[in-house]
């Protein structure tokens, strides 16, 4: 037997799947016997009120029939047990039981009997409140100093202290600034109440200050009112402890001042009557209850700590004097006088697992038999050495957190996404004008090999993609199983996405609890979003990409798109969105050229980016692994910065939109109260037209919301356009610089920081922020600019100037050599690529002209870039006669 386990004295277990917590434990003489013995209290969830009386004839005996004292089932949860002096015209103890919306105090009672059964207990309901609002806990205690009963004070789930004077409700209180409920505590010596907030701060409220506060029937009252009545609920003081509390617990012994603990996450504190820290100690693992009690050595106070380690510490102020293992963990624990015996432990777990033990050793009689000598085979330890070390060596073997290989996965999920679009389209809710949205059905197949609980499959496509269901559950997954799923996808909202990729996840629980996830991704077909169509001659953006080999016909590479019975779409191709804007595709037949045009910046993304895949796909087919696209011409910076205007336009709009909504909302709410007045009022006055201001600001408020939702639906649609031309610009870098795929990886994590966009954290100051850092690290042009410390908070930039600015740059500096790092040498690496090391850009120069490097075109700064009058007809040599200087 280990010396630090605890000694088991008396155990049970409560019932049968039944669940307790901290306040479903007390031990006190509620019977009033007056032998000085507790006896223990234990409320369950599931209603049942027990009473235990422990009598083992010796230490570790299970439970006997006589140490049941009650049993009762009570209907309604119960939430916490209390022992003390509730009824009026009497010192006895009473059982205070707390449901979620019931308050009852029984007498418990005991009858001799006369039979070998034994005596019979009993318990009598003395009175009851009913609660208007959900019960949380509570405490009690001879409030306002009152001698020989005490009041209980209950804490509701929304923040009201109800006080009760025994069989009467006193009055209730909110607590200000309330969230959530927390642990509640009374101390009688400074007569005040003890919680810790969701502010993670421990604060005190007098009684005194409870009582003469303003009633909570009367919180509707006006802020004028309020600063006048001198009646708001003050706190009396207020420690910061960051983080949240589990319990409270007031302690004031003979020998040891009065305090106060609370039980934090990772500490636990010991506060003086003001608030002061007296101590505290920071504890290593997660503590699950505690209890301080008496010390023997004065001065000091002992302090039980239960934690999900199934442990139990004692502690003499912060120094750690014993700990002890538990067969459970505990969420309550209490100190109790049983059978003579000073001192016992009491812990209940949350299944009901009841234990009384103690400290301390047991003698051990066993004595270890003498072992008869005989030979040893060294030949024969040696070789299961070897295969023990084997076996060592294999299971310590460092792995990956992914699995290396797909066939070593204990869960795949792949999906399929079908060839060709519905017959019959599965489209629902679209916002789209068209006549027939299509859609494609994709088909996702999990298969198992192991167990696998609680399956869960989730289908993300980005907005304003949308699939028939998001969402499946599975029953659980037996070893060498599958199953499978279909769905489709459609185009739901008014725009075009940014990308046709989507993803699967599949969370799983293995048989042995731990959580394991499982993913993969999908390319949705071009066809999903755009038909082909006439080519257009007239295009307000141009751009060309260069290739290292011969151009390649249409009809091999946008097979679903051309019809092979016309040859004239070989080299000229034009896709319909269904938004309603058009892009033409060309490919030069005497230079190694492809020219994307259209009349919206954003629309020229997926057609590129859909050429340069199917481009790499046909050459790798070809066994061709020098295929290279490059990109000479000038960076369309000015109409990319006509998007970050119309989206920083419209998140301006959607702020005066909101601080409008607030003002017409308090107006709203005052012109409400004063009305309220005036109807409750006995001998009411003219109403002097105050329904007609509701109904106008009534009006208003919808008015405004309604545009606010209109504005809300418009930038949306302008950061989708965004996020569409900032991957277009990203291409174009890359190819530009011929940028390495970590490179590229850092200029998207700069540019596309946002999965979506809000008014707290915006796109414009994430990326501004991100550049910046970017400008003075890896793209420094000196050591004072790495020395510059950027802002440590974003917030939303009153125009865009700063941003268009540091892009310039950004493209200036990468043009000059600069390499994209984030290595902390970016100096020593610049040195290294830029000999002569960037010059600086005066300010003026930004404002007036931008010269982006890679072509000879110059443009200014309130022009347009790359944009260029179509020619008369689409020649065989458009593509790069239209991209000459």
């Not at 006896?39 to 439970?63: A, E, Q």
């Not at 559950?473 to 739901?492: A, C, M, R, W, Y």
């Not at 991704?521 to 011969?550: E, M």
């Not at 950027?790 to 600069?818: E, H, V, W, Y």
Request: with cysteine.
């Amino acid at each position: 037997m280990s010396l630090f386990k605890a000694r088991d004295w008396w155990s049970t277990i409560l019932g049968e799947k039944e669940e307790f917590d901290q306040g479903c434990l007390c031990v006190a003489d509620v019977d009033n016997s007056g032998s000085g013995q507790d006896k223990i209290i234990v409320g369950s969830y599931m209603g049942y009120l027990r009473i235990f009386n422990p009598h083992p004839v010796k230490p570790g005996d299970g439970v006997q029939p006589e140490d049941l004292l009650l049993e009762v089932q009570l209907r309604e949860p119960i939430l916490q047990v209390e022992v003390g002096k509730f009824v009026s015209g009497t010192e006895g103890l009473h059982l205070a039981v707390l449901h979620c919306r019931k308050l009852c105090v029984y007498a418990v009672s005991g009858t001799l009997g006369n039979v070998e059964h034994g005596n019979q207990y009993q318990i009598k309901l003395m009175y009851e409140h009913n609660l208007q609002r959900t019960a949380c806990n509570m405490t009690y205690g001879p409030f306002g100093g009152v001698k020989g009963r005490d009041l209980i004070c209950i804490q509701s789930m929304d923040g009201m202290l109800m006080l009760f004077e025994q069989e009467s409700y006193a009055f209730g209180r909110f607590l200000p600034g309330f969230l959530l409920p927390g642990p509640l505590t009374y101390s009688s010596r400074t007569d005040s109440f003890i919680t810790v907030s969701s502010c993670r701060q421990v604060e005190s409220y007098k009684y005194q200050v409870l009582a003469f506060a303003t009633d909570a029937d009367e919180r509707q009252e006006t802020e004028q009112q309020k600063l006048s009545s001198g009646k708001r609920l003050a706190v009396d003081w207020v420690l910061n402890i960051g983080e949240q509390a589990l319990d409270i617990c007031v302690v004031s012994f003979n020998q040891a001042v009065s305090s106060i603990f609370v039980l934090g996450e990772r500490n636990f504190f010991c506060l003086k009557d003001n608030g002061q820290i007296r101590f505290m100690k920071k504890l290593d693992y997660s503590p699950s209850c505690f209890i301080p009690y008496c010390s023997v050595k004065e001065g000091t106070i002992n302090t039980l700590v239960g934690n999900h380690s199934k442990m139990l510490n004692v502690y003499q102020d912060v120094t750690l004097k014993w700990a002890t293992q538990l067969p459970h963990i505990p969420v309550s624990v209490k100190v109790a006088n049983l059978q003579d015996l000073k001192g016992v432990i009491v812990t209940l777990s949350d299944n009901g697992h009841l234990q009384c033990s103690y400290l301390g050793t047991d003698p051990s009689l066993f004595q270890a038999p003498r072992v008869d000598s005989r030979e040893i085979n060294y030949e024969e330890f040696d070789a299961e050495m070897k295969e023990l070390q084997k076996v060592i060596k294999e299971a310590t073997k460092t792995q990956d957190i992914f699995p290396k290989s797909e066939k070593h996965r204990d869960l795949i999920v792949t999906a399929e996404v079908s060839p060709n679009l519905d017959a019959e389209s599965q489209a629902i809710d679209s916002e789209l004008k068209a006549e027939a949205v299509p859609s494609v059905t994709v088909k996702i197949t999990i298969q198992s090999r192991v167990t696998a609980q609680k399956p869960n499959l989730a289908v993300c496509v980005q907005a304003p993609l949308a699939v028939t269901c998001d969402q499946f559950i599975f029953d659980d997954l037996e070893p060498d199983s599958s199953e499978t799923v279909v769905l489709s996808v459609f185009l739901k909202g008014n725009c075009s996405p940014s990308e046709l990729e989507g993803n699967c996840v599949v969370s799983y629980n293995t048989p042995t609890g731990i959580l394991k996830v499982a993913q993969c991704n999908f390319r949705l077909p071009l066809r999903l979003i755009c038909f082909p169509a006439q080519p257009s001659k007239a295009a307000n953006h141009k751009l060309t990409i260069d290739t290292n080999k011969p151009p390649i016909s249409f009809l091999t590479i946008f097979s679903d798109f051309v019809d092979p019975s016309e040859d004239d779409q070989a080299n000229v191709l034009a896709f319909q969105f269904l938004t309603g804007s058009k892009t033409t595709l060309l490919a030069s037949k005497t230079s190694q050229r492809y020219r994307i045009q259209s009349d919206q910046l954003e629309d020229l993304w997926l057609i590129t980016k859909e050429l340069t895949l199917r481009l790499e796909e046909h050459f790798k087919k070809q066994n061709c692994k020098d295929f290279a696209c490059t990109f000479s011409g000038s960076i369309p910076l000015q109409e990319y910065f006509e998007l970050i205007d119309r989206h920083f336009e419209l998140r301006l709009n959607a702020e005066k939109f909101q601080e409008l909504l607030s003002e017409r909302a308090v107006q709203f709410r005052a012109i409400e109260r004063r009305l309220l007045t005036r109807f409750k009022d006995k001998t009411p006055a003219p109403l002097q037209h105050l329904d007609t201001l509701l109904e106008g600001t009534f009006r208003e408020v919808i008015a405004l919301a309604d545009a606010a939702e209109e504005n809300q639906a418009n930038m949306f649609q302008a950061f989708t356009k965004l996020k569409s031309a900032t991957h277009l610009v990203i291409m174009l870098i890359s190819l530009w610089q011929k940028l390495s795929a970590d490179q590229v990886a850092i200029l998207e994590a700069t540019f596309l920081p946002l999965a979506e966009d809000t008014q707290e954290l915006g796109w414009e100051e994430t990326v501004d922020a991100a550049i910046s850092y970017l400008l003075r690290t890896c793209l420094s042009k000196s050591s004072k600019e790495q020395a510059l410390t950027l802002s440590s908070q974003l917030c939303m930039p009153k125009d865009t100037s700063r941003l268009k600015k540091n892009i310039t740059l950004f493209c200036d500096r990468l043009a000059k050599g600069g390499r994209l790092s984030l290595s902390t040498d970016s100096a020593t690496q610049q040195a290294a690529v830029m000999p002569g090391g960037c010059t600086t850009i005066p300010e003026s120069d930004l404002e007036e002209r931008t010269v982006i490097p890679g072509s000879t075109a110059t443009f200014p700064n309130h022009g347009q870039i790359a944009k260029q009058k179509s020619k008369p007809g689409l020649s065989d040599d458009a593509a790069e006669e239209a991209e000459k200087p």
